[in-house]
């Protein structure tokens, strides 16, 4: 039986909640119930620097994501403030450029040891290697080489390119650092699965030459928040935020804070309609990401905290889920996205969905959002003033027609398309289109 190992070295060793955990979550804990299907086994992996991939028991990937503390949302984690202290004396790149030099010392004392020992996963001919999220420090590539001498197929799961294609919003060590992690994807991976139709497209647009044999496709990502425990009612402070009064509607922006998801324009809008006191408000909820200072500066300063303005950097999934269906929609004023789950969590929950008017926006929301124009913070505050007037203007179906597959359907997608590609079927998954609810 073919085996499709699933690595997941990045996610499992950091306790990060974002989108890409959520992914990789999903689809560890849905592959091996549907693998039967399609006569596979489905075997989750991880790299340590000194054994090399190893595999990870039902067990371990249960504990590893299994749902947060409800306890822990008030509180932010000394890792959070130490990076947010790092950033905020400009000291970002000399710590990432430490950590790299760490990070390749570690490889060239510790990968002789490696080849000293039998592996623990012993790759045959006709295996699968997907790549699930993007590990930039990670030393696996001569393991990968190798397994493909052996006769195994590596795949690389892409959810953006987005330092490649707006370098402008990210650091210029994040940049060098995915450039570089790019480059030996490139090397050694024979087919891509991204999470948009737009991604592969951008994929295509950043292969080296040389690569028109390379086969790509795209799934859906799954709606459904995993962590949920439904065993602890949101914090009093969070519920306070969505008790407005009935003429103030309550806009959700949901994302961890950084250059491209633009807090910045939303606040722009909203102060446009914040000098009329039934002004709506605005609840962030998203840790402090990185080059953010400014932005977050603006909003612990100002006039309308905790009044109109709330932010909230660390939610529970219940908490999370408590946010869309209390919301009057949800806003993303991002202008570069891979998927934006957000978009069908909201959806799913029947909260109308407003977001910019990016081809990733398009795919996704499809007919079920409404959309302004990138950076352009008059047209989002006319949107905001008289949301009915713009879902009318634009046509918009209501979000209660909306469905989307669950991390199952998502997942049984992903093993679809993967055989797929085996099979050399390039690039021939459908456009990626929203479902309507049969009437």
């Known amino acids: 039986m073919r085996t499709i190992y699933l690595d997941c070295t990045r996610t499992f060793q950091t306790h990060v909640h974002t989108g890409i955990e959520r992914m990789v979550s999903g689809l560890l804990h849905a592959a091996p119930q549907l693998a039967e299907q399609f006569q596979v086994r489905c075997q989750p992996l991880v790299f340590r620097t000194a054994t090399g991939f ?36 400009g000291l970002m790149e000399v710590a990432r450029s430490t950590r790299n030099v760490f990070d390749a010392t570690a490889e060239t004392v510790l990968a002789p040891v490696r080849g000293c020992f039998p592996p623990r996963v012993e790759f045959q ?14 030393h696996y590539w001569p393991d990968l080489h190798r ?11 892409v959810c953006d390119l987005i330092p490649l294609s707006h370098p402008e919003a990210v650091d210029g060590g994040v940049v060098r650092d995915f450039t570089r992690w790019w480059r030996n994807v490139t090397a050694v991976c024979g087919s891509y699965i991204c999470i948009s139709q737009a991604t592969w497209r951008e994929v295509q647009s950043h292969l080296p030459p040389g690569s028109e044999g390379v086969r790509g496709t795209s799934f859906r990502l799954g709606v459904g928040l995993d962590k949920m425990s439904g065993q602890v009612a949101p914090r009093a402070e969070l519920q306070a935020a969505f008790q407005q009064p009935p003429t103030r509607p309550v806009y959700l922006t949901v994302g961890m804070m950084s250059p491209r998801k633009n807090h910045a324009l939303a606040l722009d809008a909203l102060e446009r309609l914040w000098p009329d006191p039934d002004g709506p408000a605005l ?52 202008f570069a996205e891979g998927f934006n789950l957000p978009i069908v969590e909201s959806l799913s929950r029947g909260t109308p969905m407003i977001a910019t008017d990016i081809p990733t926006h398009r795919e996704v929301g499809g007919r079920f959002a409404t959309y302004f124009p990138v950076h352009d913070a008059a047209a989002l505050a006319a949107v905001l003033r008289d949301p009915e007037l713009a879902r009318a203007r634009q046509q918009v179906r209501p979000a209660r027609e909306f469905a989307w597959p669950d991390w199952t359907g998502s997942t049984h997608e992903f093993l679809q398309r993967l055989g797929e590609l085996s099979r050399g079927v390039a690039a021939a998954s459908p456009e990626v289109r929203p479902l309507a609810r049969a009437a």
Not at 65 to 78: E, K, L, Q
Not at 125 to 138: T, Y
């Open 125 to 138: 001919p006709g295996d699968l290697m997907v790549l699930l999220d993007v590990n930039v420090r990670s």
């Open 147 to 157: 397994a493909r001498r052996a006769g195994a197929e590596i795949c690389q799961c």
């Open 283 to 334: 609840v962030i909820v998203g840790k402090f990401g990185w080059r953010c200072e400014e932005v977050a500066r603006r909003i612990r300063q100002h006039p309308e905290l905790n009044r109109r303005l709330f932010w909230f950097e660390s939610v529970t999934d219940d908490e999370l889920d408590y946010c869309y269906r209390h919301a009057t929609a949800t806003l993303s004023t991002s």
């Open 54 to 89: 190893e595999p990870l028991t039902p067990q371990m990937v249960t504990d590893r994501f299994r749902p947060r503390d409800p306890h822990a949302p008030a509180r932010v984690s000394w890792k959070q403030k130490l990076r947010r202290q790092v950033d905020r004396v």
